[in-house]
């Protein structure tokens, strides 16, 4: 099975922000890190998914273990 892969424009558009946006929480670290190919970013469609079915905790408070 092929894991589907999203780019910043769809999941901008899941989230309802600008592509802008997708990039500066990219940058902080406040959503799940994308996977380079060739040099572009792709989002891993389940991390997505789960990352805004979770309620899109700020990724740096999960790594260290915090909820809020």
Known sequence: ?????LSVKLV?????VSERTIWTYRDL?????PVKIRGVCRWREAAINEWIANGCVDQRKAARGCRS
């Open 29 to 33: 670290g406040f959503m799940p890190a």
């Open 1 to 5: 099975m092929t894991e589907k892969l």
């Open 12 to 16: 901008a558009d899941r989230m309802g």
